[in-house]
């Protein structure tokens, strides 16, 4: 048995449950990781409220780091005592869990179990979006939406890496603050600073090559608005609510580009998801990424730090540890 948080119906932060659940034996192909730290992502929100349906009863979470505890028939890469992480594998916010071993990945000894957990769905997706959906690089300037939070803060390093010109979006001066040390060129808080505007302003009048837009409903006109002529709006999450259908005469404007890119179709493969969490790793032990993790809760405390991250009270990575914080 281990002690998880279960949910038996969709709804507020309350329908998260501590219970002790069957962790099993791991099976050919499994294994068990032993986990000491649990990235809490947005994802989450959307399988607790029924955005996303799951299966019910069920043990939320997509990601953690710990040690694998034991190994099933035919796995071969990985050890009893590896120190691992994976994403992508719904039911990670327990103690112990059986996880499929192509689904995990080995963190080098340069990197912590707290950072693991915090960066690497947050870190795979601000690459992919970064190096793959399009290739962003020194001719382009940006929109990051939520960049002071946790994938926002590695898009905004990384496309600054890459050498992008970066204008973060947030919703209040502490935040800006804190994306404009992150080397953003230019910062805008919503509701009192004009972003179309601004991203205008920043590109002589033409407008900005990519868009990076997770809050989605209320966001959405406006990051239209942005683009240079063929420029491509990546909406990538809905942190406000879903975007409602769409006009595609909307994209006529100036031949414009639209993609709603999720990570799990860019990691399906296991050579890609190897590669890309060694890249995010590399970039963190050479200092390009920088993780902030601001938010450390108890497993027990997932339904508060799910109240948090919803009530945009949040900076960064939150993690939950299964023996305390
Ligand atoms: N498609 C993919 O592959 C993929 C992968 C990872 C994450 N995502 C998406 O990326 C987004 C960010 O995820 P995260 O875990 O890093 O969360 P996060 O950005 O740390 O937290 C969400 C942020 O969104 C902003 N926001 C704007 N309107 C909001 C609203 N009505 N309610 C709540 N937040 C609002 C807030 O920043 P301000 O206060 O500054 O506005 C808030 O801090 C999520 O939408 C997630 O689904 C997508």
New binding site residues.
Partial sequence: MTRAIRIHETGGPEVMRVEDVETGAPAAGQVLVAQRAIG???????HRTGLYPVALPAVIGQEAAGVVEAVGPDVADLRVGDRVAYVGALGAYAERRVVAADRVVPVPSAIGDDVAAAAM??G??AR??LKDTTRVGPDDTIVV??????????LVQWAKHLGARVLG????DA?AEIVRALGADDVVV?LRDDLVERAKRLTDGRGVSVVYD??????FGRSIACLRPRGMLVV??????PVPPIDLGVLARASLYLT???????VAARADLLASAADVFDAIAGGILSVSVSNRLPLERAADAHRA??????????ILLPHGA
């Fill in positions: 809490v992502n947005f994802i989450d929100v959307y769905l947050k795979m997706t992919y979006l939406h939520a960049a002071a939070g946790g994938t926002g803060q590695l979006v947030v919703s209040s935040k919503t997770s809050v989605g409903r209320d966001t990538f999450g809905q942190s406000s609510g709603r890119p999720t990570l799990f179709t860019y991250l919803e009530s945009r009270a949040t900076t960064g990575a939150t």
